[in-house]
């Protein structure tokens, strides 16, 4: 899976609790994105990062903050977790822009907010 | 909001055959690429078509764009078991981002 693991793979957590996923890479490359899946939604973009330091927003991304120290780190916090926040997470990287190329995709992390 | 709008949502055919799906989607877009995702499983690229190309072909996956009518298909010839799978496509648009629709679930049938 093009060097990307996620970590927890399965969570349980409480509502109210803080919640903080991991992505790390082993590609080098400079794009990092957390999407979440849900059933009739397909994919929906939380956040991404072009850079060490350099994120922005994606189309859900109240809610969520996100953090890239180092270029194989981006992880994904759920600062108050809540029950409308239960999915499975992807982590995605890409070389450069989707503009031009392809994203990569880890396994997921499977979070349940009782 | 969703990008694209895969049609349909679900498919099911015997293997040999050959299984379409589209894809709609809302706004301008640069490139448009379709992914494929086996049942508890991340996504795994398929194809990307660029918005000034008309049909791209990668072994038995032919997919089309239609800027006109701002749509896309992916053909998969001769399915196998191993097809079975859901598919989605993604665009990148104003965005600046990949936008995936909500995809079609194939199955095929041995």
């Known amino acids: 899976d093009a060097g990307i693991t996620q970590s927890p793979r399965h969570k349980v957590t409480e509502t109210g609790t803080p919640v903080t996923l991991r992505c790390h890479q082993t590609e080098n490359h400079r794009y990092m994105y957390w999407y979440r899946q849900d059933p009739g939604h397909g994919l929906r973009l939380i956040h991404y990062s072009y850079g060490v330091k350099d994120t922005d927003k994606g189309e859900v991304s109240d809610g969520y903050s996100v953090s890239r120290s180092k270029t194989e780190d981006f992880l994904l916090t759920l600062e108050s977790a809540t029950s409308s926040q239960t999915s499975v997470y992807f982590c995605?990287?890409?070389?450069?822009?989707?503009?031009?190329?392809?994203?990569?995709f880890g396994q997921g992390t499977r979070l349940t907010v009782v | 909001s969703q990008q694209g709008e895969e049609d349909p949502q679900a498919l099911s055919i015997q293997e040999g055959e050959n299984a379409t799906m589209n894809c709609s989607y809302k706004?301008?877009?640069?490139?448009l690429q379709w992914y494929r995702q086996n049942s508890g499983r991340g996504l795994v690229h398929l194809i990307l078509?660029?918005?000034?190309?008309r049909e791209k072909h990668s072994g038995r996956l032919r997919v089309t764009l239609d800027t006109s009518k701002k749509s896309s298909s992916l053909l998969i010839t001769a399915s196998r078991a191993a097809d079975t799978a859901s598919y989605f496509c993604?665009?990148?648009?104003?965005?600046?981002?990949?936008?995936f629709g909500s995809g079609t679930q194939l199955t095929v049938l041995p």
């Open positions: 995605a990287i890409s070389q450069t822009d989707t503009l031009n190329t392809e994203a990569f």
């Open positions: 993604a665009g990148y648009g104003s965005a600046r981002q990949l936008t």
């Open positions: 078509i660029r918005s000034n190309e």
């Open positions: 706004t301008s877009i640069n490139n």
